[in-house]
């Protein structure tokens, strides 16, 4: 089985929280992702952590685990924290394979979607 | 004329400013992205600022100025910080029309994305 553990930063607002699972959930409905199961985890602040995020995917039986770090910019988080997580990780269960993908920031479509989120208005903040 | 100004939160590291002002760099070279100039600016911790940004925008001419936050959740910076800088610039550039766009987490390809990276792969941690 192949898990993607999705890692964010986690946050003191439990909305943020709330909004990565949400964000899981709806990568594992994504028809034909290749996965079966999407894992949502957080480097701090919120749980599950990283290191419990790996445990829960293997306990689900998976053997392959993708990781994608939700991260905009490759700060000390994305660069040494979440490789030495899942380091720890992967010797606690030598029974799975680990990989790491690129941060969501260096996507190339991000400044595309930038800009269609620029044909969006919500209200103006010099109306308020 | 019409600016993007493009929010960030910024960061001590230079390097990952310099992201967002490249990315804002190739937002500005897409074909038909409707808007003149793209700016960068920053919440915080790196220049220019918020208010900066938008009296850059309005002395390269710009007369609406489209506010996108490179956010990824909804916390304070989103829902107060960011509106409440953006009332005070526009009371100092009445000419100016500012208006605000939801920030990038709300962006509903952005679970595709993430699905995308999940297909690339850089060194395995345990092979670290």
Redesign the interface.
């Known amino acids: 089985m192949k898990a ?1 553990l ?1 890692i ?1 930063h986690g ?1 003191r ?1 439990e ?2 929280n709330q ?2 699972r949400e ?1 899981a959930q ?2 594992a409905g ?1 028809a034909g ?3 079966d199961m999407v894992v949502p985890a957080f480097l701090e602040l919120a749980q599950p952590g990283i290191g419990e995020g790996v445990a829960q995917c293997v306990r689900q039986g998976a053997r392959e685990i ?3 770090p ?1 991260f ?5 988080h994305v660069a040494q924290d979440i ?2 997580e ?2 720890r990780a ?2 606690e269960h030598p029974q799975a ?11 190339p ?18 109306a ?1």
Do not use: C, N
């Open positions: 993607l999705l964010a946050s607002r909305a943020s909004e990565v964000l709806r990568m994504h992702s290749g996965f993708q990781v994608v939700y905009l910019s490759a700060g000390r490789p030495e899942l380091a992967a010797a394979r680990i990989s790491l993908s690129p941060y969501l920031g260096t996507h479509e991000i400044a595309a979607l930038l800009l269609g989120l620029a044909g969006k208005r919500m209200p103006a903040p010099d308020a």
